[in-house]
Every structure is written in structure tokens, then in C-alpha cells.
């Protein structure tokens, strides 16, 4: 299957500062990825689309200043988490979308996991 | 109103016997459906796609979708320990809906050494 990386893996930041988390599809071109946020034992929230070089959507309930999204090439998005607080510190998982002739198929990175002190 | 269901569980199943997962669906035109497995503190991976109706065979699991019932469901086969993980049914609305992939909220598999 095609590979997503997310970058870093983990992070500690002090509370009003901002974190920058890279999500690259490494082996194919993604038009549409995707940021999840999940806490402990709960189910995965879609927090925003982004298509490459457009702005990107957000869903309901979700502070698009707070958390900026920059979808600039076919393989790379970022989210920045600005202004961070101890309630965003969460895992936050990027997907991209493969879709090719037959094909249309979701990838995850690994995620990244937030904790803000 | 809720796109895709899932019995969140925990189902519970004995090593070595089929584990038998389902889910349902509400939008008819649906194009395509996925099963991802998430074990605890890592992200969802994609197990299975399926596009048509009928089986679809891979390894030890089986997809197997019914459009006119709109339910999918997967089943496992020998279920190993290794299998116990939370498994997320997604779904593919119909062409004229945004791009978002439909989740749902999972079901916790656990297999009973």
C-alpha cells in the first residue's frame, strides 16, 4: 500500500506556543488529505479537508485560526497549532488520498502525538 | 444522522474460530468501502477495499459487501491474538458529495487465547 509519513512523531510544547506537524505521501500524489484528532479511548474526529493549493475546509466546531492548514504540494500538508493549550494536546493523524484509475483508497500516517504543558 | 454504523463491542472471539464484523450504511450510492485496523495508540491501517458486491478475499480476511442490504462486513479467519484491535468500517459517499471518506466509530475485537 502507499506510505505516509508524519513528522515529528511526538512533541512537548509549552502552553501558547505554536507546533508545526508535516504530513507527506511518499510514493504517490495525494490532491486531498485529510487531519484527524482522536483522544484516549475515543473514535477518530475529521477535523479538516485540505486540496492542494486551495484553502482548506474545516468542520464544524473547529477554530480554523487555531489550527492552520497548508496543503502546498501534491505530498506535503502542514497543521500549526497555534497558541497551543493543554486541552489540544491530542494525537493528531494526517491521511491522504490515492486515487488513481479503479482505485480510491485513504492512507494514514503514523501520527503525531501533542502534549502541551 | 449517523452514515455508518458499527457495533462498538467488545466482541470477543476465540482463538483460532472466524471473527465476524459488520456494517451498515446509509447512503445508497455509496462507491466504495474500507476496513481499517487500529490498534491502541497508533493510527488507523487499511486492510481491505471493496468496490462490488460479493466477496473479496485477502489472507485470512474476507470482505464482503451487499449494496442492495447496504451493510459490508469482514470477516477473519484462524483469528490470531494478534488480531485483537479496533476495527473502522469507512465508506465512500456518492460521487456528488464532498471528498470526505465516512467512518464509523469502530468495534473493539478481542481474541481469547
Known amino acids: 500500500g502507499a506510505v505516509v509519513s508524519q513528522h515529528p512523531s511526538r512533541v512537548i510544547c509549552k502552553s501558547g506556543t505554536s507546533v508545526k506537524i508535516e504530513c507527506r505521501s511518499l510514493?504517490?500524489?495525494?490532491?486531498?488529505m485529510f487531519w484527524y484528532r482522536q483522544f484516549p479511548k475515543q473514535s477518530l474526529m475529521l477535523m479538516a479537508t485540505?486540496?492542494?493549493?486551495?484553502?482548506?475546509?474545516?468542520e464544524q466546531g473547529v477554530e480554523k485560526d487555531k489550527f492552520l492548514i497548508n496543503h502546498a504540494s501534491l505530498t506535503l500538508s502542514t497543521l500549526t497549532v497555534t497558541s497551543a493549550h493543554p486541552e489540544d494536546s491530542s494525537f493528531y493523524i494526517c491521511?491522504?488520498?490515492?486515487?488513481?484509475?479503479?482505485?480510491?483508497?485513504?492512507?494514514f500516517g503514523p501520527g503525531t502525538r501533542l502534549t502541551v504543558t | 444522522q449517523k452514515e455508518v454504523e458499527q457495533n462498538s463491542g467488545p466482541l470477543s472471539v476465540p482463538e483460532g474460530a472466524i471473527a465476524s464484523l459488520n456494517c451498515t450504511y446509509s447512503d445508497r450510492g455509496s462507491q466504495s468501502f474500507f476496513w481499517y485496523r487500529q490498534y491502541s495508540g497508533k493510527s488507523p491501517e487499511l486492510i481491505m477495499s471493496?468496490?462490488?458486491?460479493g466477496d473479496k478475499e485477502d489472507g485470512r480476511f474476507t470482505a464482503q459487501l451487499n449494496k442492495a442490504s447496504q451493510y459490508v462486513s469482514l470477516l477473519i479467519r484462524d483469528s490470531q491474538p494478534s488480531d485483537s484491535a479496533t476495527y473502522l468500517c469507512a465508506v465512500n459517499p456518492p460521487a456528488n458529495r464532498d471528498d470526505k471518506i465516512i467512518f464509523g466509530k469502530g468495534t473493539r475485537l478481542h481474541i481469547l487465547p
Open positions: 510514493d504517490f500524489q495525494a490532491t486531498t
Open positions: 471493496i468496490y462490488s458486491n
Open positions: 485540505s486540496n492542494e493549493g486551495s484553502k482548506a475546509t474545516y
Open positions: 491521511s491522504a488520498r490515492a486515487l488513481t484509475t479503479g482505485i480510491d483508497e485513504q492512507y
